[in-house]
């Protein structure tokens, strides 16, 4: 048993506020959180085991990234430039570069090269106290790369103390050998590798791309199909560059989220909350794209959807690893407040990857923590280019 005492903490045990304890203690027992309260509330039978004086900093749950596409092979800094010079994503993606070009670099690029480049941002996210983090394949789009792709991505949980899920992301993009052929595709590579990257246990979620460059709900709808059929649940970018529908299937499917959604209606909006979909809000892209749409953060509170917020690491519509710094985004482009901006990258984070038991510092979640050098919860949202990170807790193991 381990007792963190004199912490500030922020439990998130609610929605709708932070859920401070001024002087609180916690009690960790094999990885979990067996008692938090007042430190005075402590019960005779937990005062056993090592202290650790925390000196009054602020205890949060450990970050939580529910949105990335962290392996990857190459980066995308010439695309980069061209936008600057006035070409647009779509027109990059159309042209056969964006995706594509990250796809050719992805299947050159050795299971070890992936790994070793995936755990230079990794570091960058647990430097900021991320201790989950989901990663999608759909950078190799035949069956040898998108397997490659998973098996690197679950191999960063044996390399570094943080947890990964693993989502399948067949249906991102056609890739030229199937040029003009999207159903085919679906039906010939994308269908067939989902099973036999289910088959060998590399698979926890099934994603797609929504999208006028990519796939239409259809198409989506057979993935979705054969996901269900496996027993796997679903999450969809939807209504990112335009609106086809995305949000309305995903809420179908009783996806476990939908993400992006600058474009989704006060409709999408009010079937997201029906379903009890996360929508996963991704200001990184949002910046980087420079899109002129925000998503309808107002519809989403007066709906009752829960926000999520992520990076959305990938090496084209947002090369970021900094949930602090997406924190900040969404605080300042999309008028969340600080309070949403922490709920976004821990409990409901944890909700639109369907972990039930982490993102709040409750009796019997995850003693996965995070442990600062602030005063306020509001300061972690608050600062640009700042880490006040003291210490990371995992499983239990400072
Ligand atoms: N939307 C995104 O933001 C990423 N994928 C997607 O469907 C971007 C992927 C990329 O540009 O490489
Ligand atoms: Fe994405």
Same mark, same amino acid.
């Given at each position: 048993?381990?007792?963190?005492?004199?912490?500030?903490?922020?439990?998130?045990?609610?929605?709708?506020?932070?859920?401070?304890?001024?002087?609180?203690?916690?009690?960790?027992?094999?990885?979990?959180?067996?008692?938090?309260?007042?430190?005075?509330?402590?019960?005779?039978?937990?005062?056993?085991?090592?202290?650790?004086?925390?000196?009054?900093?602020?205890?949060?749950?450990?970050?939580?990234?529910?949105?990335?596409?962290?392996?990857?092979?190459?980066?995308?800094?010439?695309?980069?430039?061209?936008?600057?010079? @006035?070409?647009?994503?779509?027109?990059?993606?159309?042209?056969?570069?964006?995706?594509?070009?990250?796809?050719?670099?992805?299947?050159?690029?050795?299971?070890?090269?992936?790994?070793?480049?995936?755990?230079?941002?990794?570091?960058?996210?647990?430097?900021?106290?991320?201790?989950?983090?989901?990663?999608?394949?759909?950078?190799?789009?035949?069956?040898?790369?998108?397997?490659?792709?998973?098996?690197?991505?679950?191999?960063?949980?044996?390399?570094?103390?943080?947890?990964?899920?693993?989502?399948?992301?067949?249906?991102?993009?056609?890739?030229?050998?199937?040029?003009?052929?999207?159903?085919?595709?679906?039906?010939?590579?994308?269908?067939?590798?989902?099973?036999?990257?289910?088959?060998?246990?590399?698979?926890?979620?099934?994603?797609?791309?929504?999208?006028?460059?990519?796939?239409?709900?259809?198409?989506?709808?057979?993935?979705?199909?054969?996901?269900?059929?496996?027993?796997?649940?679903?999450?969809?970018?939807?209504?990112?560059?335009?609106?086809?529908?995305?949000?309305?299937?995903?809420?179908? !499917?009783?996806?476990?989220?939908?993400?992006?959604?600058? !474009?989704?209606?006060?409709?999408?909006?009010?079937?997201?909350?029906?379903?009890?979909?996360?929508?996963?809000?991704?200001?990184?892209?949002?910046?980087?794209?420079?899109?002129?749409?925000?998503?309808?953060?107002?519809?989403?509170?007066?709906?009752?959807?829960?926000?999520?917020?992520?990076?959305?690491?990938?090496?084209?519509?947002?090369?970021?690893?900094?949930?602090?710094?997406?924190?900040?985004?969404?605080?300042?482009?999309?008028?969340?407040?600080?309070?949403?901006?922490?709920?976004?990258?821990?409990?409901?984070?944890?909700?639109?990857?369907?972990?039930?038991?982490?993102?709040?510092?409750?009796? @019997?979640?995850?003693?996965?923590?995070?442990?600062?050098?602030?005063?306020?919860?509001?300061?972690?949202?608050?600062?640009?280019?700042?880490?006040?990170?003291?210490?990371?807790?995992?499983?239990?193991?400072?």
């Amino acid at each position: 048993m381990n007792i963190l005492t004199n912490a500030q903490i922020v439990t998130l045990a609610a929605n709708n506020s932070f859920g401070l304890i001024a002087e609180g203690t916690i009690v960790i027992d094999d990885g979990k959180i067996a008692w938090v309260g007042p430190a005075g509330d402590l019960p005779d039978a937990y005062q056993v085991g090592e202290t650790i004086d925390l000196k009054g900093r602020l205890v949060t749950p450990a970050l939580i990234d529910c949105h990335s596409h962290i392996v990857f092979g190459g980066n995308r800094a010439a695309e980069f430039e061209q936008r600057l010079n @006035g070409a647009s994503y779509e027109e990059i993606a159309v042209a056969g570069g964006g995706i594509m070009s990250t796809v050719t670099a992805t299947r050159a690029a050795s299971e070890a090269a992936l790994l070793a480049d995936a755990l230079t941002r990794v570091d960058a996210l647990i430097a900021e106290g991320v201790s989950l983090i989901e990663i999608k394949s759909g950078y190799g789009l035949d069956m040898d790369t998108e397997i490659k792709m998973l098996r690197v991505a679950r191999q960063i949980g044996t390399r570094r103390a943080v947890k990964i899920k693993t989502t399948f992301l067949g249906a991102h993009a056609t890739p030229t050998e199937y040029k003009g052929r999207p159903d085919a595709y679906i039906d010939e590579v994308c269908i067939p590798t989902l099973r036999a990257a289910h088959t060998l246990g590399l698979v926890d979620a099934v994603d797609g791309f929504c999208e006028g460059i990519a796939f239409d709900a259809d198409q989506i709808t057979r993935v979705f199909d054969v996901a269900t059929e496996l027993g796997l649940p679903v999450k969809l970018h939807a209504e990112q560059l335009s609106n086809i529908g995305g949000a309305q299937l995903a809420a179908k !499917y009783g996806a476990l989220s939908a993400d992006h959604l600058e !474009y989704a209606t006060d409709a999408d909006a009010r079937a997201l909350a029906d379903a009890g979909t996360v929508a996963v809000i991704l200001p990184g892209a949002f910046y980087t794209l420079r899109e002129p749409q925000a998503p309808p953060i107002q519809a989403f509170r007066d709906h009752g959807v829960q926000m999520a917020l992520a990076t959305d690491c990938n090496p084209g519509s947002s090369p970021l690893a900094s949930p602090l710094l997406v924190m900040n985004m969404a605080c300042t482009l999309f008028r969340m407040t600080p309070l949403e901006a922490l709920l976004g990258v821990t409990a409901h984070a944890a909700q639109a990857l369907g972990e039930t038991q982490s993102g709040r510092i409750i009796a @019997g979640n995850h003693a996965d923590l995070c442990v600062w050098n602030a005063e306020h919860p509001v300061e972690l949202a608050y600062r640009i280019g700042f880490n006040p990170l003291h210490a990371r807790i995992t499983q239990g193991v400072l």
